[in-house]
């Protein structure tokens, strides 16, 4: 075993033994503490005192029977994981009025340890009011300055659990563990529709052992979007030994890093997932001005269908120049290297997609082997060193399957 997955591991075994500890623990029922349940009226006062009773007690399991519990903002301590029975929701505030600071997810948890959210119930954000007015401004050209709340954060946590529920219908982003350590998330879904605006479904965003498997999610922009806009705390990369595992996503905008890159990003490993209908499979986005190195990632065993653009590696965001010149480094310039695609097979309507550097720094070391993609167009190349092609396969309708510009390829095998 590695020194990368003996850390890995022993962050996992750590969270395991917490959850097993927890499922020993007191089960306190929030319909005894007056939550009615009903969808007519907030149950927030009720669901909070539950939640303090249960921590006052040293902690345990927060139980939802079945029911709508219409509810504000809660907050989560330590030792609490609530548990969704089958047929129960969580359902936000209908009225964007009633949600009080947007800052503030429906479910928060800021620097508590041993926290989770699991069972066969549903959080539903009840976004369908904040969408229209984002869309009529992205329409209209014009900025939209509102800010939208989360579904589910955990700020600064420790060995946090998400399993089984599933999350829905954010107003913006549904889960976001930021700045965490030891982050399970397991067969869970999330969905909303494919033109809800910036409805990212799961944000690690500088977290440390982050395991994310057997999901189902369907949403309108990134699938999952790993951020890193600060080191760990202490010092060194920001994001460190994530696993992406066996998930199916369907609309979205994919598996991406970034934009926030400052604080970098190593160790991560996608794999077995399947992908259809998503405008990217995987994406690297950022900029000048936000980023920082990526260096060590590894995608492989990926199936995607109907993907626009099945690669899409860039050192621009939002949007890619036909040209461009060189510019000084600076402590943001982006840097990528140790980029691996292994086992990938892919349809698109589009293009193969993109791996484009930048003038001044070239992306480096990025090899794919036993890739097949059926596209329209190929593959841009530019600004890149060193790219390594191993049984690449890439059939177009029109035109070369490789676009390069200013890069060195090397075909070791061909197809």
Not at 31 to 38: E, I, L, M, P
Not at 55 to 74: D, E
Not at 159 to 182: A, I, K, Q, W, Y
Not at 394 to 406: A, F, Q, S, Y
């Amino acid at each position: 075993m590695t020194t990368d997955s003996k850390s890995l591991f022993l962050g996992f075994l750590s969270l395991a033994l917490c959850l097993g500890a927890s499922a020993q623990s007191s089960t306190f029922n929030v319909r005894d503490y007056a939550a009615t349940g009903a969808g007519a009226q907030f149950d927030t006062a009720a669901i909070q005192k539950t939640i303090n009773d249960c921590a006052a007690h040293g902690g345990g399991i927060v139980r939802f029977p079945a029911g709508v519990y219409l509810t504000k903002s809660i907050f989560l301590s330590n030792n609490i994981t609530l548990q969704l029975d089958d047929g129960a929701v969580i359902k936000a505030a209908p009225n964007p009025d009633d949600w009080g600071d947007p800052a503030i997810a429906l479910i928060h948890a800021r620097g508590v340890t041993n926290v989770g959210l699991e069972g066969k119930g549903v959080v539903d954000g009840d976004g369908s009011l904040w969408w229209p007015p984002v869309l009529e401004a992205k329409r209209a050209n014009r900025p939209y300055t509102r800010r939208r709340p989360r579904l589910v954060i955990f700020s600064g946590c420790r060995n946090v659990h998400v399993r089984g529920v599933t999350l829905r219908n954010s107003p913006m982003f549904h889960l976001v563990p930021m700045d965490c350590e030891n982050v399970l998330i397991d067969n869970i879904s999330i969905l909303a529709p494919a033109d809800s605006p910036n409805t990212d479904a799961i944000d690690p965003s500088v977290c440390h052992h982050v395991r994310i498997s057997h999901c189902l999610i369907d949403v309108g922009d990134d699938n999952v979007a790993i951020k890193s806009a600060h080191p760990w705390r202490g010092g060194g990369m920001g994001c460190d030994d994530i696993v992406i595992s066996d998930c199916t996503f369907l609309h979205g905008h994919g598996v991406s890093i970034g934009s926030e890159t400052m604080g970098g990003v190593t160790n991560l490993l996608v794999e077995r997932c399947s992908f259809k209908d998503t405008i990217h499979g995987i994406r690297i986005k950022t900029s000048r001005a936000k980023g920082g190195l990526i260096d060590g990632a590894v995608y492989r065993d990926l199936s995607m269908k109907d993907v626009r653009w099945p690669i899409n590696i860039a050192c621009y965001y939002p949007k890619l120049p036909a040209e461009d010149s060189a510019q000084p480094i600076t402590a943001t310039t982006p840097v990528y290297r140790n980029i691996h695609f292994v086992n990938l097979t892919a349809t698109s309507p589009d293009s193969a997609g993109f791996i484009v550097g930048l003038p001044e720094k070239f992306i480096s070391g990025i090899s794919l082997q036993n890739v097949t993609i059926h596209a329209p167009r190929g593959l841009t190349v530019r600004n890149t060193d060193d790219l390594k092609l191993t049984h690449v396969n890439i059939k177009t309708e029109t035109g070369e399957p490789l676009l390069t510009n200013n890069a060195h390829v090397e075909i070791l095998i061909a197809p």
